[in-house]
């Protein structure tokens, strides 16, 4: 059992670092990292050249923690994605650069995705 979960940690630290040796934000395509917990989902729009975070959404947010969307599922993520790009646009940005980081794409992550693509914005 302890080997298994082990194995587990120790894959999920080496995709992570993986995708994001490659990746870096600048003001003007900053990094869009998505962190996905047991219970909620948090997207944020980094800068990684300043150290800052531009803009941040997460299901435990007071706007979205009042209705359905406050869960780590596909609707939320959905809700997430549209948010996030609305908050792009105010600030002038197109374009972004992905960070999964240690998750798989697909399911949640690629719903996320694809609203925010449908938002406007390009990654």
Do not use: W
């Not at 395509?29 to 150290?51: A, F, T, Y």
């Not at 979205?64 to 809700?79: D, F, M, T, V």
């Not at 549209?82 to 980081?101: H, S, T």
């Amino acid at each position: 059992m302890q080997t298994s979960l082990i194995k587990q940690q120790v894959t999920r630290k080496r995709r992570a670092m993986r995708v994001r040796s490659a990746i870096t934000g600048s003001v003007q395509k900053p990094r869009m990292c998505v962190v996905k917990s047991n219970k909620h989902i948090q997207v944020q729009l980094i800068d990684d050249e300043n150290g800052r975070t531009l803009a941040s959404i997460s299901t435990q947010s007071k706007e979205l923690k009042k209705g359905e969307c406050c869960k780590r599922n596909k609707a939320s993520a959905k809700i997430l994605g549209e948010k996030i790009a609305g908050q792009a646009k105010n600030l002038g940005i197109e374009r972004v650069v992905f960070d999964r980081g240690p998750f798989k794409y697909h399911g949640i992550l690629a719903e996320l995705a694809d609203a925010a693509r449908a938002g406007g914005l390009q990654f």
